[in-house]
């Protein structure tokens, strides 16, 4: 009797390693793919880090400016703080995105915060080749963005992002490229709204910092100006205990942000 329950329970075993081989894997959403970069990616509650920002106008140098980036989840909101260090010319010029599209910049030559409307969040944030809206991509949020799959390699996830609010919409799509072995969206690519290829947002060097991952350089070109920015990352501190009121107008316009 015993004898016969093994075989029983031996069969068993081999049938569900022959159906469960045979089964088809669950097919992937472009929703599945984005979720599941952001949870490799790592889904931080907050991030310090300083940055170097260069633009280059075909081969030559144009600016090289430093600055210290702030981010913190806030419920549902994701916040961040820009303060530029250096150099003299740039030294004090802040950005803060409160989330639900609400996004102020301060100028310390003027001593005046301004609201960024909604028009010209589309416009080159100083002078590089990313728009205020574009910024979010350095942190890959694409929660503004409808999802699909469009392509898939072995190695690869190709996924189609749409803006949501299309009348607002600067491009016509965003094509976003997630590498299968780590989950890290390793490319990025903006189609114009004639749907021309515009620019090229390239990550480099992805190294682990504890459970998160991040690049130590990001590369946006602009193919159509034969124009380039550079982002060179020092090593981020995640999960740091930041205050709300870091993230507000009032903080904006300090000369040296407390933290």
């Known amino acids: 009797m015993r004898r016969l ?22 097919a992937m959403t472009g929703q599945d793919v984005i979720d599941r970069a952001k949870d490799e990616y790592g889904d931080f509650q907050s991030q310090v880090v300083t940055m170097s920002i260069k633009t280059y106008d075909g081969k030559s140098l144009v600016t090289n400016r430093e600055v210290l980036v702030l981010t913190k989840k806030s419920g549902d909101v994701d916040k961040s703080l820009l303060k530029f260090l250096a150099p003299k010319d740039v030294e004090g010029v802040g950005l803060l995105d409160e989330g639900e599209d609400v ?4 100028l310390p030559e003027f001593h005046k915060v301004r609201r960024i409307a909604g028009s010209a969040k589309n416009g080159s944030f100083m002078g590089t080749d990313f728009t205020y809206n574009d910024l979010s991509f350095v942190n890959y949020d694409t ?98 205990e930041l205050a709300e009121d870091i993230f507000t107008t009032r903080t904006l316009q300090r000369s040296k942000i407390r933290y």
Request: zero cysteines; proline letters at 4%; hydrophobic letters at 40%.
């Open 5 to 26: 329950r093994s075989s029983w329970v031996m069969l068993a075993m081999v049938m569900t390693l022959i159906l469960g081989a045979s089964l088809p894997s669950m």
């Open 103 to 106: 996004m102020y910049m301060y």
């Open 143 to 240: 929660s503004d963005y409808a999802a699909t799959l469009i392509g898939e390699t072995a190695e690869e996830y190709e996924v189609e992002l749409r803006d949501k609010n299309e009348k607002d919409a600067a491009y016509e799509k965003v094509h976003m490229t997630v590498r299968k072995s780590d989950w890290f969206p390793v490319k990025i690519v903006f189609y114009n709204t004639d749907g021309k290829l515009q620019k090229e947002l390239t990550a480099f060097d992805v190294t682990p910092y504890g459970k998160y991952k991040y690049p130590k350089k990001l590369e946006m070109v602009d193919v159509l100006a034969d124009h380039k920015t550079e982002i060179l990352i020092g090593e981020p501190e995640f999960d740091r």
